[in-house]
């Protein structure tokens, strides 16, 4: 079955990190890139980043630079998204995504919900 | 970056009406790579259409995308009772990769 699992809910203090998963399966996993997305509270989407699972290159939304990385095991056919440094605007629902045939999103995981707070 | 703004923000109408959504982009989207997401509470989003105008595997006939450069739009020509929900636009054409605020779409 091609699907995206992620990891369940975390709750971190600031200044922690978090990882967060996501198994691939019914896929390839080399052959399609893996983008993650944020989105927090009552609010629009944030795209983060992308990694080639083929490559374990990364390109990284200037925002994030520096707090973001995006990693893969390719036994397992997993991407990782660890975030560095939280703070309570790193609250909210991330998201792994496939670049698609025409480069959409075109297959999403669950979300993992993240709550950084005191 | 580029910066996708939609509108409205809110849209209510009633099942059986014909819905009109824009996007407009703060420069010209490489390629027209422009793509249009619905999504409901709690659930991940779901594309509906990509290239603009291009509609997804398994997506109704009902919605349809046109546009290009720097004004998209998406149409559900007669709106079923599983459309209200919240419809993001994406631009992928160039990094980062931006997403307008969305539009919610409500019964009336």
């Known amino acids: 079955q091609v699907q995206l699992v992620q990891s369940g809910a975390e709750v971190k203090k600031p200044g922690a990190s978090v990882r967060v998963s996501c198994k691939t399966s019914?896929?390839?996993?080399?052959?399609?890139?893996m983008h993650w997305v944020r989105q927090a509270p009552g609010q629009g989407l944030e795209w983060m980043g992308i990694?080639?699972?083929?490559?374990?290159?990364?390109s990284y939304a200037q925002k994030f630079q520096g707090r973001v990385t995006m990693t893969r095991d390719t036994p397992t056919s997993t991407v990782y998204m660890q975030l560095s440094s939280l703070r309570s605007e790193d609250t909210a629902v991330y998201y792994c995504?496939?670049?698609?045939?025409?480069?959409?999103?075109?297959?999403w995981g669950q979300g993992t919900l993240v709550i950084v707070s005191s | 970056e580029i910066v996708l703004t939609q509108s409205p923000g809110t849209l209510s109408l009633s099942p059986g009406e014909r819905a009109t959504l824009s996007c407009r982009a703060s420069?010209?989207?490489?390629?027209?790579?422009l793509a249009w997401y619905q999504q409901k509470p709690g659930l991940a989003p779901r594309v509906l259409i990509y290239?603009?105008?291009g509609r997804a595997t398994g997506v109704p006939d009902r919605f349809s995308g046109s546009g290009s450069g720097t004004d998209f739009t998406l149409i559900i020509s007669r709106l079923e009772p599983e459309d209200f929900a919240v419809y993001h636009c994406q631009q992928y054409g160039s990094s980062p990769y931006t997403f307008g605020q969305g539009t919610i779409l409500e019964m009336k």
């Open positions: 990694i080639n699972p083929g490559t374990d290159t990364t």
């Open positions: 019914g896929f390839p996993f080399s052959k399609y890139y």
């Open positions: 420069q010209s989207v490489s390629s027209n790579y």
């Open positions: 995504a496939r670049d698609g045939a025409y480069r959409e999103f075109d297959l």
């Open positions: 290239g603009a105008t």
